[in-house]
């Protein structure tokens, strides 16, 4: 089964900017992917998708602000974030969309303070 790991987490001041990786451990270029989060004491929410076809879409709250790329050739999808807010602070991780229970991997942190 594929494995997920995410980097390029870490600690930002607001409005800068940092670009997550997620590694796949094999092809996954016939998956839809999405980058989730996960807030303490929030629910785990969906904040990018693109699909295997490369359209992507966005949760209001980080639309305009962040970006979802992959590249096939080396089974990584990424999320660019910029403008970063207080409110983006989370554990990031991806999987497929829609989730499959087994890529789940240990997510990356971000953490937005000054």
């Known amino acids: 089964q594929v494995q997920l790991v995410e980097s390029g987490g870490g600690l930002v001041q607001p409005g800068g900017s940092l670009r997550l990786s997620c590694a796949a451990s094999?092809?996954?270029?016939?998956?839809?992917m999405g980058w989730y989060r996960q807030a303490p004491g929030k629910q785990r929410e969906l904040v990018a998708v693109i699909t295997r076809g490369g359209f992507t879409n966005y949760a209001d709250s980080v639309r305009g602000r962040f970006t979802i790329s992959r590249d096939n050739a080396k089974n990584t999808v990424y999320l660019e974030m910029n403008s970063l807010k207080p409110e983006d602070t989370a554990v990031y991780y991806c999987?497929?969309?829609?989730?499959?229970?087994?890529?789940w991997g240990q997510g990356t942190q971000v953490t937005v303070s000054s």
């Open positions: 999987n497929s969309r829609p989730p499959a229970r087994d890529y």
């Open positions: 094999e092809t996954i270029f016939r998956l839809d």
